[in-house]
C-alpha cells in the first residue's frame, strides 16, 4: 500500500510550514509529496524547498484544478489525496482512510469529516469513531456536495485514472463532478465517521473571492455543467434513472434562475424561480429538499449576503400553498437566529409577510440561540 500526496500551491506562504508539518507526521507516512505550484509570487516555493527539502514543480497560471492534473501525472502510487495548502490533516487522517479503502475493495474513495477552522480556531479533530459508512453523491444531486473540501479525500489512482484523471475544467465545482463521475458507474465512495480534515476558513479562499454577479452566474453555470456532464455517464450505466435524473436537472436549472434573480434583485423573477422550483420539488423527501435550499442559500451568501436576508427572502418569495418547504426555510432560520434578529432583517429590508414571519418567531423560539 502506498500513497501519494499532491499539494496544490499559489502565494500560500501564510500557511504551507503547518500545512506541511501536519503532512510528515501522518502515522501511515506518504511515498511522495508533489508540490505543484500555480505562480506563485512570494515566497512559498521556497519556504518548501528551504525547509522540507521538496522539489516544487511549477504549472503557472492554469489554475487549482489543472494543477492537481499535472501532479496526478507524475505519481504511480496505489492511493492518491489531494491537499489544499491551507487545510490541515490531523496525524491519523492517512491511516485511517487508507484502513478504510482497504477494508472494503469496491469504494473507489473515502472521506473524512471535516471541521471548518481558522485564525484562533483550531480544527475539532475526532479519531475515536472509525466507522465507514456508504456515501452516496447520486442520492443527493443537485444539492449541497457531502464532502466540503477534496482535502479529506483518499482516492484508489487506478479508480482515478479511469474516469480521465482530475477534471480540469468545472473551475470552482471540479470537485462536485469528480465525486459523481468516480461512482457513476458500479464504484462506491465510502466516508469515515472521524474528523481528521480541518478547512480553514479566510479571506483568500476561492469562496470567499466570488463576491461579484458575473463570477457568482460563472459558478453556477460550471456547476449545472458539471452536473450534466456527469448525469450523461451515470445514465450509460443505470438507464433505469432517467426520469429521476432528469427530474432533478430540472430542479438545479430552477435553482440557478432563482439564484440569478435574487443577485439581479428581480423579486418577481424570483418568485417565478421559485414556484417552478416548488412545483419541481413535489414529491421529493424533506431531506433532498433540504439540501437543494441548504445549496442555494450557501451560493447567494458568496455575495456577501446576510443569512438572514438570503431565507427571509427565499421564504417570502416562496408559494405559500408548499407548506413543506416553507417549513424547511422557517427551520432553516430558527435554528441560526434569534426572533429580535429576525424581526430586525424583515424590517430593515421592507418585506411584508406576516403569517411566515408568525410562524419564523414561533420556531425559532424553540430553538437554542445563535452563536
Same mark, same amino acid.
Given at each position: 500500500?502506498? #500513497? ?5 500551491? $499559489?502565494? @500560500?506562504?501564510?500557511? #504551507? ?12 507516512? %506518504?511515498?511522495?509529496? &508533489?508540490?505543484?505550484?500555480? *505562480? ?11 525547509? $522540507? ?16 492534473? $499535472? ?7 496505489? $492511493? =492518491? ?20 479503502? #482497504? ?10 469529516? &471535516? !471541521?471548518?477552522? @481558522?485564525?484562533?480556531?483550531? %480544527? ?17 444531486? *443537485? ?6 473540501? %477534496?482535502?479529506?479525500?483518499?482516492? /484508489? /489512482?487506478?479508480?482515478? =485514472? ?9 473551475? *470552482? ?17 465510502? +466516508?469515515?465517521?472521524? =474528523?481528521?480534515?480541518?478547512? +480553514? ?14 463570477? #457568482? ?15 450523461? =455517464? /451515470? ?63 450557501? +451560493?447567494?451568501?458568496?455575495? @456577501? ?14 408559494? /405559500? ?5 416553507? +417549513? ?27 403569517? !411566515? ?7 425559532? @423560539?424553540?430553538?437554542? %440561540?445563535?452563536?
Amino acid at each position: 500500500m502506498s #500513497i501519494s500526496v499532491i499539494i496544490t500551491l $499559489f502565494n @500560500g506562504a501564510r500557511w #504551507i510550514r503547518e500545512t506541511l508539518k501536519r503532512v510528515f507526521e501522518q502515522t501511515t507516512a %506518504p511515498a511522495k509529496v &508533489v508540490v505543484v505550484d500555480d *505562480g506563485s509570487t512570494d515566497d512559498s516555493p521556497e519556504i518548501i524547498r528551504r525547509e $522540507f527539502g521538496l522539489p516544487v514543480m511549477g504549472h503557472p497560471g492554469k489554475g487549482p484544478e489543472a494543477a492537481r492534473r $499535472f501532479g496526478l501525472a507524475h505519481v504511480e502510487t496505489e $492511493f =492518491v489525496a489531494f491537499l489544499d495548502q491551507d487545510d490541515l490533516w490531523h496525524r491519523k487522517h492517512l491511516e485511517i482512510l487508507s484502513a478504510a479503502l #482497504i477494508a472494503d475493495p469496491r469504494a473507489a474513495a473515502a472521506a473524512s469529516k &471535516v !471541521s471548518l477552522c @481558522g485564525k484562533n480556531k483550531p %480544527p475539532r479533530w475526532s479519531t475515536r469513531h472509525r466507522t465507514a459508512v456508504p456515501l452516496d453523491h447520486w442520492k443527493t444531486f *443537485g444539492g449541497t456536495a457531502a464532502v466540503k473540501t %477534496p482535502s479529506a479525500v483518499l482516492i /484508489r /489512482r487506478e479508480n482515478l =485514472v479511469r474516469c480521465g484523471g482530475w477534471p480540469a475544467d468545472y473551475t *470552482g465545482v471540479a470537485d462536485r463532478f469528480m465525486w459523481l463521475r468516480l461512482t457513476a458507474e458500479n464504484a462506491t465512495m465510502i +466516508q469515515c465517521e472521524s =474528523v481528521t480534515t480541518g478547512k +480553514q476558513v479566510h479571506d483568500s479562499n476561492l469562496s470567499a473571492a466570488m463576491r461579484n454577479r458575473d463570477r #457568482i452566474a460563472d459558478y453556477l453555470d460550471a456547476a449545472m455543467r458539471a452536473s450534466l456532464d456527469a448525469a450523461a =455517464v /451515470r445514465l450509460t450505466a443505470h438507464p433505469e434513472e432517467r426520469a429521476l435524473l432528469e427530474r432533478r436537472m430540472e430542479i438545479c436549472r430552477n435553482g440557478k434562475d432563482a439564484g440569478l434573480a435574487f443577485l439581479d434583485n428581480d423579486w418577481g423573477a424570483l418568485r417565478e424561480a421559485e414556484e417552478a422550483l416548488s412545483q419541481g420539488m413535489h414529491g421529493e423527501p424533506d431531506s433532498y429538499r433540504f439540501r437543494i435550499l441548504k445549496s442555494l442559500a450557501w +451560493q447567494l451568501r458568496r455575495l @456577501g449576503r446576510r443569512d438572514s436576508e438570503v431565507l427571509l427572502r427565499m421564504l417570502c418569495a416562496w408559494p /405559500r400553498g408548499d407548506r413543506a418547504t416553507s +417549513q424547511i426555510l422557517r427551520g432553516m432560520l430558527g435554528r441560526r437566529f434569534r426572533p429580535g434578529e429576525i424581526l430586525r432583517d424583515a424590517w430593515s429590508l421592507r418585506l411584508i409577510c406576516p403569517a !411566515s414571519l408568525h410562524a419564523v418567531i414561533r420556531a425559532s @423560539g424553540r430553538c437554542e %440561540p445563535a452563536t
